[in-house]
Structures are given as structure tokens and as C-alpha cells.
């Protein structure tokens, strides 16, 4: 298995609304990524977890709460968000270790779009 | 940080043609890897080629190739007989030997194909 898969494509909400972004491999990465993405532009990231553990998060508002519960998952809860907060959300994974064989494998994205 | 910088917001290429995309980064560490990656529209983000900062020879991969000149901090992207399955956008990104989990990405060069 040489996936990442990213649930759900696509999610419409409201600006009081609930809702998780859900993420999986089964490649044993240790190492697991939130990344936000605009349209044609480049993926910002958001936050790192580095064997379950979190271990960058880059200054992002708290109504984005990230979330590992084991090596293979990554949730990334979504609460009160503002329409600005609209975009491609990138789950990425990598194995855990400074070598050449580190490198991003990325799922396909959840659109998300807030009214 | 680093800044990874691609000065082709946009580039076009005649099918079977070969094109060169532009990367420049900026880093006082010497020992780092590099990275194409490519996102087709609406389509998942995959690495087209890496390439190791103290190997001296370029890294290929089928039709792709790269133009590392280390001390210039320059890494360029070709691609040969261009085919419209290369319509994409695509990202360099840097990383260090020493952090491994930050990875800096340039801001993108769409590349169209022209049949």
C-alpha cells in the first residue's frame, strides 16, 4: 500500500459548524502532515506529527484542531471557521529520518468550503 | 527559513517539445535534497524527481531530468518530448539534511501543453 487516502473529497459547511478531515497510510510513515492549499499556489503547512507526537504546528488559529490517535491516522478537526478558510487541505506523510528516502507522499486532498 | 523561488508563474511547451522549468533557493547548509513535485488540475500532488545536494551527478527519471549547479543554488526541471499528461502545476521544494520533516516549496510554474 503506497497511499495516502484523504476523507472526505469534498465538505461544505457553515461558519458554526463541526466537522473532522480524516487521514490514513499504511506505509508506516512516522511522520504525518497537515498542509492548507489555495488554488495555484503552493501548500502552506500547517502542522507535523513526528512518531504521533506533535511536533510542528505554524502559528495556526485554534479553530483548526489537529489530532494523531495512532501511526497511521491524522484528523484534522474543523471548528468555527471563516470563509477565508476555504481551500485544498493536503495530508502528507513521510518516513522519519533526515535521509534522501524522506520524502512527502501526498493523498488527494479535501476541498473544503465554508459559507 | 529557506526560500525557494521559481520565477515562471506560467510556461507553455509544444507537444514532443522539451521544456526547462527555473528553481533557485537560498541556503547556507550544504548538505540538503531537493525536490520536483507535480499536481496535475484536481489531481493529486506526486514527486517527479529528488535530487541529493552532495551527489554531483544530475538525477534522471525517464523523460525528466534536472540541472544542479550547486554553487549557482540552482535546480531546473526538464522535461523531454513533452506529452499532455505533463500539464500540471509544478513545485520545487527544499529540505534539509538536518530537519527533517520542513520542507519549503517554491511558488509554482504552470506548465501547459500544447497538442
Known amino acids: 500500500d503506497t497511499e495516502v487516502t484523504q476523507t472526505p473529497k469534498h465538505l461544505v459547511m457553515g461558519m458554526t459548524n463541526k466537522k473532522s478531515l480524516k487521514c490514513e497510510q499504511h506505509?508506516?510513515?512516522?511522520?504525518m502532515y497537515w498542509y492548507k492549499q489555495k488554488a495555484k499556489k503552493p501548500p502552506e503547512l500547517m502542522f507535523v506529527?513526528?512518531?504521533?507526537?506533535?511536533?510542528i504546528n505554524e502559528s495556526v488559529p485554534s479553530r483548526f484542531s489537529p489530532e494523531c490517535p495512532n501511526s497511521s491516522l491524522l484528523n484534522l478537526h474543523l471548528h468555527a471557521l471563516q470563509p477565508e478558510d476555504s481551500a485544498l487541505y493536503l495530508c502528507?506523510?513521510?518516513?522519519?529520518?533526515?535521509?534522501?528516502?524522506?520524502?512527502?507522499?501526498f493523498g488527494a486532498g479535501s476541498r473544503l468550503t465554508v459559507l | 527559513a529557506q526560500t525557494v523561488t521559481q520565477s515562471q508563474p506560467e510556461m507553455s511547451v509544444q507537444e514532443a517539445e522539451t521544456v526547462t522549468l527555473s528553481c533557485t533557493y537560498d541556503?547556507?547548509?550544504?548538505?540538503?535534497?531537493l525536490f520536483w513535485y507535480k499536481q496535475p488540475p484536481s489531481r493529486q500532488m506526486i514527486l517527479v524527481i529528488r535530487?541529493?545536494?552532495?551527489?554531483?551527478q544530475n538525477a534522471t527519471e525517464n523523460r525528466f531530468s534536472v540541472n544542479f549547479q550547486k554553487a549557482a543554488k540552482s535546480f531546473s526541471l526538464k522535461i523531454s518530448d513533452s506529452q499532455l499528461g505533463d500539464a500540471a502545476m509544478y513545485f520545487c521544494?527544499?529540505?534539509?539534511?538536518?530537519?527533517?520533516?520542513?520542507?519549503?516549496f517554491g511558488t509554482g510554474t504552470s506548465l501547459t501543453v500544447i497538442p
Open positions: 506505509m508506516g510513515h512516522r511522520a
Open positions: 535530487q541529493e545536494a552532495y551527489k554531483q
Open positions: 541556503t547556507s547548509e550544504s548538505d540538503y535534497y
Open positions: 521544494a527544499y529540505r534539509s539534511a538536518n530537519t527533517g520533516n520542513q520542507f519549503y
Open positions: 502528507a506523510s513521510s518516513r522519519q529520518q533526515a535521509g534522501g528516502a524522506n520524502v512527502l507522499t
Open positions: 506529527y513526528s512518531y504521533e507526537k506533535l511536533s
